[in-house]
């Protein structure tokens, strides 16, 4: 049997901010390891570039990216265990967050050509 997609009942903005940070983790000097096992901080955001910004060799439209900056939507993440806020500052993710198929990589994380 299949896994089911998407278990925790992700909104669609807790899922396009949760592939994002994902990404952040991926990317070279995204993210610093723990401060638990299995777990990554995030504590630089990329910086907007006109309407949309880097990440690794993606770009991302800035509309892809509301909730990175949304506390409302960082307490969500932590309240269904794949992240931990530090509002405004820094986002750990769990390593189930960092495991969690959002199922949309391939939509918002579009292969840069600059």
Same mark, same amino acid.
């Given at each position: 049997?299949?896994?089911k997609?998407n278990p925790?009942?992700l909104n669609p ?12 983790v991926?990317a ?18 990329p ?17 892809d990216?509301t909730?990175l ?16 806020? /530090?509002?405004p500052?820094?986002?750990t993710l769990?390593? /189930?967050?960092?495991?969690?198929d959002?199922?949309?990589?391939h939509?918002?994380?579009?292969q840069s050509?600059?």
């Amino acid at each position: 049997m299949a896994p089911k997609q998407n278990p925790l009942k992700l909104n669609p903005l807790q899922l396009r901010t949760l592939t994002l940070l994902q990404a952040m983790v991926r990317a070279p000097g995204g993210a610093v390891a723990g401060p638990g096992p299995g777990e990554a901080t995030i504590e630089r955001f990329p910086p907007a570039h006109g309407d949309h910004f880097h990440l690794g060799d993606a770009v991302v439209r800035g509309s892809d990216a509301t909730g990175l900056f949304n506390e409302k939507v960082w307490n969500a993440l932590t309240r269904k265990g794949v992240a931990r806020g /530090d509002w405004p500052h820094r986002i750990t993710l769990t390593p /189930d967050g960092l495991t969690y198929d959002t199922g949309l990589g391939h939509e918002i994380l579009h292969q840069s050509g600059h």
